[in-house]
C-alpha cells in the first residue's frame, strides 16, 4: 500500500484550520460577549478615579475572575499585555493552503464544472484569487464610506454585496467553488480587519500611552467596529466550512440564494445573541423563532421537485450497470483509473451489483436530487442518464 503523502498534508493542515479557527472565533464571541457584558463602576469610586470603565466579575474553571476595561488607558502600564492576531493569521494561512491544494491544485475536479461555465484552469484561479482581493478592496472602501455611521443599511449593503458576489461565482464555478470563494472572502475580509486595522489601531494606543500622550479614540473605534462585523461573519462563514458536505446547499440550481438565505440565519442567530449580552433578550428574542421559520422555509423551498420517477417502463439493472461504469466507476472504484484519485473518494466504490443497490440513497442525493455527482459533471453524464438512474431507485433497485 503505498503512503498518500498528500492526503496526510490535507489532514494535517485541516486539523490545524479547525484549531485555530476555533481560538480565534471562541476568543471573538468571548470578547463581544465580554464587551456588551461591562457594567460601569460606582461614580466617584476608586475604580471610576482611575480610569476603569466597565468591569465584570465572572467564575469559571472553579475561580474568580476580575476583569476592567479601562475608559482609554491603564495608569501604569503593565509589564506583559496579551494580543490576540496569531489565532487569525493562521486561521487564514491554513485555509488559504487548503485552498490552493484542493481548490487550485485541483481546479479542474473542484473549481470548475464544465457544464457552468467552461474555462481553463489559470482563469478559475485567476477568478478566485482576484475576488478574495476584490472582497477585501470593497468592503473596505465600504467601511471608509459614510456608510459606516449608519450600522443598519452597512449591514444590508454589505449582504447584498456578498449575495451579488455568490452569485457571480456561481455563473463561473461550480457550486462547490463559489460556495468555499465566498468563505475565503469572508475569511480575508476578517482576517485583514485584524492585520490591517484592529492590530494599528491597539499599536497606537499602546504607542500613545507609553509615550504618555492623550490617545487618540478614533483608532480604537474603528477596531471595534471591524470586531463586531467580524463578529457578525462568524456564522456564515462556518456554515460554508460545513456546507460542503451537504450537496442540497451548492448543489443547488439556486444555490447562491440557498447560502444567502441561510447566512442571513446565522446572522439573525448572531444578533439575537448579542442583544442578549446587552440586556435586550425579550426584544430580541422574535429573531430566534423568525430564524428557525426562516430554515424550514429554505428547506422547503429548496427542496428537489417531487416528480413521481417511477412511472414508465422497467429499467433493467443492466442500464443502470453501465451508466456507472461509464460514468462514476473511472473514481468511484478500488483503484480508481482516474488519474486524480488514488483511492475511492469517500470511500464510496460503485464496482458490483452490491455496491450500486448499497449506495442507491446516496446516488440519488448526489446525482437525482442534485447535480454534485459526477463530480464537475467531468464524465459528462447526461440528463436521461440520470433519469433512468432516478426511474431504476423509484421502481425498488432492483437487480434483474
Ligand atoms: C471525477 C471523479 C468522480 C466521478 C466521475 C464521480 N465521483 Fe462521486 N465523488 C467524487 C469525489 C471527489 C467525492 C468526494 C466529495 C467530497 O469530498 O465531498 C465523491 C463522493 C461521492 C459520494 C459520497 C457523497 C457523500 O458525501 O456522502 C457518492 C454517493 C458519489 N460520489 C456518487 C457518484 C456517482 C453515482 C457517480 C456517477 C454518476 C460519481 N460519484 C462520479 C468523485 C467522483
Known amino acids: 500500500m503505498g503512503f498518500d503523502w498528500v492526503e496526510w498534508l490535507h489532514l494535517g493542515i485541516r486539523w490545524i484550520h479547525i484549531i485555530t479557527g476555533i481560538a480565534w472565533i471562541g476568543a471573538s464571541f468571548y470578547f463581544i460577549w465580554l464587551d456588551m457584558n461591562l457594567t460601569p463602576p460606582k461614580k466617584g469610586g476608586d475604580k471610576d478615579k482611575a480610569g476603569v470603565g466597565g468591569e ?43 485552498l490552493t491544494l484542493l481548490y487550485y491544485f485541483g481546479a479542474e ?89 484592529i492590530m494599528p489601531g491597539q499599536r497606537a494606543l499602546v504607542s500613545s500611552v507609553e509615550k504618555g500622550e492623550t490617545p487618540d479614540p478614533a483608532p480604537g473605534l474603528r477596531a471595534k467596529q471591524r470586531s463586531l462585523h467580524n463578529n457578525y461573519f462568524t456564522l456564515p462563514v462556518l456554515f460554508i466550512m460545513i456546507s460542503n458536505h451537504y450537496p442540497m446547499t451548492f448543489g443547488h440550481d ?24 446587552q440586556g435586550k433578550a425579550k426584544q430580541g428574542f422574535v429573531l430566534l423563532p423568525i430564524a428557525f421559520v426562516m430554515i424550514f422555509a429554505i428547506a422547503y423551498v429548496a427542496a428537489p421537485k417531487s416528480v413521481d420517477l417511477s412511472q414508465g417502463p422497467k429499467v433493467p439493472f443492466a442500464v443502470v ?8 466507476v473511472s473514481c468511484h472504484a478500488a483503484k480508481p483509473t482516474s488519474e486524480d484519485f488514488d483511492a475511492p473518494p469517500k470511500g464510496v466504490k460503485l464496482e458490483t451489483v452490491s455496491q450500486i443497490v448499497r449506495e442507491r440513497t446516496r446516488i440519488k442525493q448526489q446525482v437525482i436530487d442534485t447535480d454534485a455527482m459526477p463530480l464537475g459533471n467531468m464524465t459528462e453524464m447526461t440528463e436521461e442518464e440520470r433519469l433512468l438512474l432516478g426511474r431504476w431507485i423509484a421502481q425498488g433497485a432492483s437487480t434483474d
Open 56 to 98: 465584570l466579575w465572572a467564575i469559571h474553571g472553579g475561580g474568580f475572575y476580575e476583569v476592567q476595561k479601562y475608559r482609554i488607558a491603564p495608569p501604569t502600564f503593565p509589564d506583559h499585555l496579551h494580543w490576540f492576531k496569531y489565532e487569525a493569521y493562521f486561521t487564514w494561512l491554513s485555509g488559504f493552503v487548503l
Open 109 to 197: 475536479i473542484y473549481l470548475i464544472d464544465q457544464s457552468v461555465a467552461d474555462i481553463s484552469s489559470d482563469t478559475a484561479i485567476l477568478i478566485g484569487l482576484g475576488s478574495l482581493v476584490g472582497g477585501w478592496i470593497v468592503y473596505d472602501l465600504l467601511c471608509k464610506s459614510p456608510l459606516i455611521n449608519h450600522q443598519g443599511v452597512f449591514g444590508i449593503v454589505l449582504f447584498l454585496l456578498l449575495t451579488l458576489a455568490a452569485w457571480g461565482l456561481s455563473q463561473v464555478f461550480s457550486g462547490r467553488g463559489a460556495y468555499i470563494h465566498i468563505g475565503a472572502i469572508i475569511g480575508t475580509i476578517m482576517a485583514a480587519n485584524v492585520l490591517m486595522v
Open 254 to 277: 439556486y444555490g447562491w440564494l440557498v447560502l444567502a438565505g441561510i447566512s442571513l440565519v446565522g446572522i439573525l442567530v448572531r444578533h439575537y445573541f448579542n442583544m442578549k449580552n
Open 321 to 328: 450497470q453501465k451508466i456507472v461504469d461509464e460514468r462514476c
